[in-house]
C-alpha cells in the first residue's frame, strides 16, 4: 500500500530541522509532496502523518470515532511537567469527565465575573513600566494572563504564595521554551551531556517547588474548606467519581499544573503578537482605536467582546502565527483513505494549523497582516482553527479570546505606547508554542486621553 512521501534526508536531520525550523520545514514539504506528508521523526517508529487541508482536518479532528481516536498517551512530551493525570495525557471516558468538569467556569456569566480580573490585572501591570522607557512586551503579557489564570484556577494572584508560584512557574517555563529542551524530546541521550544535565536538574528542583506551592494550598483548602468559593480548584475538590471518591492531591496538582501551563503561555504569545501587529501598522491601530472609542468610556465587557473589528484583529494574529502550531495528535484505528492514501491502523496523526492558516487558496496573501479578511468573509471552522477542534479542542478557547480582547482594548484605550524596534519580527519555536524571534521591545509614553475619540498623550 503506498504511503504518503515525505523527505528521504535521515532521520537525525529530519529530526534536527523540526526541532530548530519547523514552520519552513513543514513549508518546505507542502512544496515538495502537497497535501499530505510524512516526517521521521523517530528512528523505531514509523513516520509521523501531516495534513492540513480543511477536508483533512475535519476528518481526523472531528471527534473519537470508530477510525479515529485522540489518545492521551501520543502527549508523553507533556508528562515531565504536567504529570500522568493531567486532561491531556487521559483518554476516553476519564478525559471527557475532566473536561466536563472543568469547562463550566471558562464559559458564558461565569467566564464573564473575571472581567473586572482581567481589566483591573492589566492596568496594575502596565501602571508598573516606568514611563519613556523600553519593556519586553511577552513579560508584560506573561504577567498578566498569569495572574488571571491564578485568580481563575485558585481564587487568588496576590499574597506571598502566589507571588511565588507566579516566579517560580514563569522560571520553569522560560527554561522549558527553550531549544535544548525541545531536543531533549528527541534525543533523550542529551540528558547526561554536562550543562544540559545541569540545566535538567535545575528545572527539576524549579517543579519541586511549585509542586510544593501547590501541595501547599490544597492542604490548606481542606482544612478550611468554603463551599461559597467558585474557582476551578473548590470545583475539583468537590468532584467525586462514580465510586463517590474525591480526587487525589496528586490528580488535583496535575490538573492545576495543566491550566496553568496551558491557559497562560499561550495567551500571553498571542497578545504580545496582537501588540506587536497594532503598533507595527498605525491604520489598524487607529481603526481599533476609533472602534473601541465609539464604545465610550468603560465600555462593557460583552461590548469590547463583540467588537467586529477588534475581533478580525484578534483572528488574524491567531492566523498568521498560530500559538499551537500542531493540533495535539491522532491515531488510526481503522484503516482509513485520507488525501488520496490508505492509512494503516497505528498511524499517528498530526494537523498542522500554521498550514491551513498560510494556504493561498483560502486566504490569499497569506503572510501579509490583513484583519479586513475576516470582515470581508467568515472561514469555516476547519479554515480557521487556532484551537484545534473535537474531542481535544482548546477547553480554554472562549477564556482565552475573552482574555486578549479585554486586556488589549484596556491596554489600547488606557496608554500610548510605541515599538522600540520597528524591524520585523518572525515566528519561532518556543517549547511547544509559536514564539517570537526575538523579544518584541516597546516604550510607553504615557497615559492615554480618551476623549470626543481623539488621540492626545498626557504624561502621568
Ligand atoms: C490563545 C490562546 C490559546 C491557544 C491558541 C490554544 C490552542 C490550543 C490547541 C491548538 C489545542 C489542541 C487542540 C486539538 O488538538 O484539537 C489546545 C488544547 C488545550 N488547551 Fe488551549 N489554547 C489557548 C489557550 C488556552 C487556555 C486559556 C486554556 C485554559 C484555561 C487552555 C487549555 C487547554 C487544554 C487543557 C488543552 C487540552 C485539551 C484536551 O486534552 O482535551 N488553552 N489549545
Same mark, same amino acid.
Given at each position: ?76 512530551? !507533556?508528562?515531565? &511537567? ?7 495525557? %487521559?483518554?476516553?471516558? +476519564?478525559? =471527557? *469527565? @475532566?473536561? $466536563? ?85 528527541? !534525543?533523550?541521550? &542529551? ?7 545541569? %540545566?535538567?536538574?535545575? +528545572?527539576? =528542583? *524549579? @517543579?519541586? $517547588? ?251
Amino acid at each position: 500500500m503506498p504511503q504518503p512521501k515525505g523527505p528521504t534526508t535521515p532521520t537525525n536531520l529530519q529530526i534536527l530541522r523540526w526541532v530548530f525550523s519547523p514552520m519552513p520545514y513543514m513549508e518546505e514539504c507542502v512544496k515538495n509532496h502537497g497535501d499530505i506528508f510524512t516526517l521521521k521523526l523517530n528512528p523505531n517508529l514509523p513516520p509521523i502523518v501531516f495534513v492540513h487541508t480543511p477536508e483533512a482536518m475535519q476528518e481526523v479532528l472531528n471527534n473519537d470515532t470508530k477510525e479515529l481516536e485522540a489518545p492521551g498517551d501520543l502527549n508523553e512530551p !507533556f508528562k515531565y &511537567l504536567l504529570g500522568n493525570n493531567s486532561m491531556i495525557l %487521559l483518554s476516553g471516558a +476519564q478525559h =471527557q *469527565r @475532566q473536561r $466536563q468538569l472543568i469547562m463550566p467556569p471558562l464559559h458564558g456569566e461565569r467566564m464573564r465575573n473575571y472581567a473586572d480580573v482581567i481589566n483591573d490585572i492589566t492596568e496594575k501591570v502596565i501602571n508598573k513600566q516606568p514611563l519613556n522607557q523600553t519593556f519586553n512586551v511577552r513579560t508584560v503579557s506573561q504577567d498578566i494572563t498569569l495572574r488571571v489564570m491564578m485568580q481563575a484556577v485558585f481564587g487568588l494572584y496576590e499574597g506571598e504564595r502566589a507571588e511565588k508560584l507566579q516566579q517560580t512557574l514563569c522560571e520553569i517555563l522560560e527554561t522549558g521554551s527553550q531549544v535544548w529542551r525541545v531536543a531533549l524530546l528527541y !534525543f533523550p541521550g &542529551l540528558q547526561n551531556v554536562i550543562g544540559i544535565s545541569q %540545566l535538567w536538574k535545575k +528545572q527539576q =528542583q *524549579r @517543579q519541586n $517547588q511549585a509542586d510544593q506551592l501547590i501541595y501547599a494550598e490544597i492542604q490548606e483548602r481542606r482544612e478550611n474548606p468554603d463551599p461559597s468559593r467558585t474557582d476551578i480548584l473548590s470545583l475539583l475538590m468537590a468532584a467525586r467519581d462514580e465510586a463517590g471518591e474525591p480526587m487525589s492531591d496528586v490528580e488535583l496538582r496535575d490538573e492545576l499544573m495543566t491550566l496553568l501551563v496551558a491557559g497562560h503561555e499561550t495567551t500571553a504569545t498571542a497578545i504580545a503578537w496582537a501588540l506587536y501587529w497594532i503598533h507595527k501598522l498605525p491604520e489598524v491601530r487607529q481603526k481599533l482605536l476609533a472602534e473601541l472609542d465609539s464604545l465610550g468610556e468603560n465600555p462593557d465587557s460583552s461590548a469590547i467582546f463583540k467588537s467586529p473589528y477588534l475581533t478580525a484583529v484578534c483572528n488574524e494574529t491567531l492566523r498568521i502565527y498560530p500559538v499551537g502550531m500542531l493540533t495535539l495528535p491522532r491515531r488510526v484505528k481503522t484503516p482509513i483513505s485520507l488525501c488520496g492514501y490508505d492509512l494503516e491502523p497505528g498511524t499517528v496523526i498530526y494537523g498542522s494549523i500554521y498550514l491551513t492558516h498560510h494556504r493561498e487558496d483560502i486566504y490569499p496573501n497569506p503572510k501579509q497582516f490583513n484583519p479586513e479578511r475576516f470582515i470581508e468573509k467568515q472561514f469555516s471552522p476547519y479554515q480557521f482553527i487556532p484551537f484545534g477542534a473535537g474531542a481535544r479542542r482548546c477547553i480554554g478557547l472562549a477564556f482565552a479570546q475573552f482574555e486578549m480582547k479585554l486586556a488589549l482594548a484596556k491596554i489600547l484605550q488606557g496608554w500610548e505606547m510605541e515599538l522600540a524596534d520597528t524591524r520585523e519580527v518572525k515566528p519561532k519555536r518556543r517549547g511547544l508554542v509559536t514564539g517570537q524571534d526575538k523579544p518584541i521591545q516597546m516604550i510607553y509614553l504615557g497615559r492615554r486621553q480618551q476623549q470626543s475619540r481623539t488621540l492626545e498623550t498626557i504624561t502621568v
